[in-house]
């Protein structure tokens, strides 16, 4: 059997003994979209934290492609093609589009300098192809709409060949043409065999674009389900009260 | 008209401060009877200004991550005496009074011991948590204080020869010859970086200025350098110095004397070589980026893989080492060290930076705009002491200009959005 793209195991993180992740297990096939549901507070974020290196976890394993690996900062996650988008989007927002996008990992001219024409040209490229009316590459991102920093927050994380992609609540912020757009990007990327986990915390939001779902009450998980398998109202039971429906899988969490 | 002045790359905010710096001069001139734009009045001008632009530079950058240093004037104080005891005391016993190499191992001393502090307080405040507020005003007492430890308090003097050049004065200068080859030289860089940097966009196909505003812009530029190579060289050495040089060159001192010219002052040459470089680290490197990218948004920049720590330290590093080369250029005008040397000097660094447009919340100013903010306020300190105003007072224009450029950017900022 093949190995899986990311495979999560056990994975626990405690704050000042508050346990926000407990023995936590879900896994991502390539191309493959996996929601990870649950309240605000239920430990979603911070699980993917663990995966994007910004935490490291108290306990448990983590496997890219059944390899066991060792992310301890942000980099190492890069290295192994693992790209998050964050809630926040996570920019400077002082500085412009290319400056973001290649914001740690600067192309540099032969004599170790800055090379921002490269970089604004490539920033231009991905951006045609995300956002095709985006015009303002040299102001500082600060200036520009909602749906445009989110763009260059997705450009940045599908720029340098990514094979896991964390978007964190995409479309929270976003109108509904923008989130028709959002949307349309995860299905493309899906189609280029990039495992996507979606994390939120409104179903409706995430059941059409996902194939499975992954929901968490308290730090703990309550069980994963094929989309086909389960209903809406399965999933808001899983959700709020923590019941696990027969078309699902529980875990740990679920109530009995 | 916004897209017009997009286009064009207009900076107002760089526009304004040179608006206001000639209301300043014009006003003064006119006010003192035609005495503040004379050659002599804009060269001291010039090399009263060096010291403070130094340490300007490296304070944007302090600033720029949300920081701040206290400690720069008493950094100056203590590397002051340091360099002042190896080359009054130290050096002479060791390779000779007045030896060729003094001055070149003073200056690397002062860099390196201002490098070596800034590194230090950078370190406590990057890996161990302390707010740059506490350390900093630590290091104001403890540096000055150290100043004093050097030599009980006494001053050293004099300073080697070739070293006192680097503060200026009839000697300090370039000399008339080497002034114009400089301008040549600096009119014909900026007019190369400027046509390279179009270029570049150019083959990538992103907009440029129109050409009419790409040539303006650098005429306008040459004009200014070449206007400041003409007044430094209006500006004649005094009578008995001028005869000093004309016979230590074997030559007889005319009757009628001759017109030697001062040229350009060498601390503000260094001042100018600073900002160059600290604006090249700024807007051309990693690190220069990472510095803006910590000063927007710290976490992101975390996220994105920056060592934030490493960057925080190595500026507060880089800010000591611009200490370093305030401390010769204030030391050598002096020709003495002193352990008050640099009182205050945090404050008049901190607000040339914030005149300069530097956003205290961080994230926003120019190198430039920070020269141009010493140069604002130290105009408006020699013209306020050519009018005979007090001392008192002299402080509080200071002061009340200090707080009104920072409330016009604030407006101005609202402006924009």
Redesign the interface.
Known sequence: MKPKLVEMRDVSIAFGGIKAVDRVSVDLDEGEVVALLGHNGAGKSTLIKIL?G?YRADSGEIRVRGETVDIA???DA?RYGIE?I?Q?L??????DAA?NVF????R?TRW???DD??M??ETRKVMARLNPHFRR?TE?VRALSGGQRQSVAIARAIYFDARVLIMDEPTAALGPAETRQVGDLVGELKRQGIGIFLISHDIHDVFDLADRVAVMKNGRLVGTARVGDVTKDEVLGMIILGKCPPGAEPGPGAEA | MNDKLRQLEFDPRLAGMLGALAAIWIGFDFLSGGAFLTPRNLWNLSVQTASIAIMACGMVLVIVTRNIDLSVGAMLGFVGMIIGVLQARLLPELIGLEHPATWIIAVIAAIATGAAIGLFQGALIAYLGIPSFIVTLGGLLVWRGAAWWVTQGQTVAPLDGRFQRIGGGATGAVGETATWAIAVIACAAIAAAMHYARNRRRSFGFPVRPTWAHIAVMLAACAAVIGAAWVANAYAVPPGIARRLVEEAGGTWPAGGVFIAHGFAIPVLIAIAAGIATTWLATRTRFGRYVFAIGGNTEAAELAGVDTKRTLMLVFGTMGALCGIAACVSAARLNAATNAAGTLDELYVIAAAVIGGTSLAGGIGTIAGAMLGALVMQSLQSGMILLGVDAPLQNVVVGGVLVLAVWVDVVFRRGIK
Do not use: C, I, M, Q
Not at chain 1, 103 to 106: A, D, K, N, V
């Open positions: 994007s910004a900062s942000p980099r890069k998050t964050y926040t996570a920019l400077a927002d002082n500085v400056a914001l740690g990992r600067e540099t170790g300098t800055l024409a490269t604004e040209a590459f500082p």
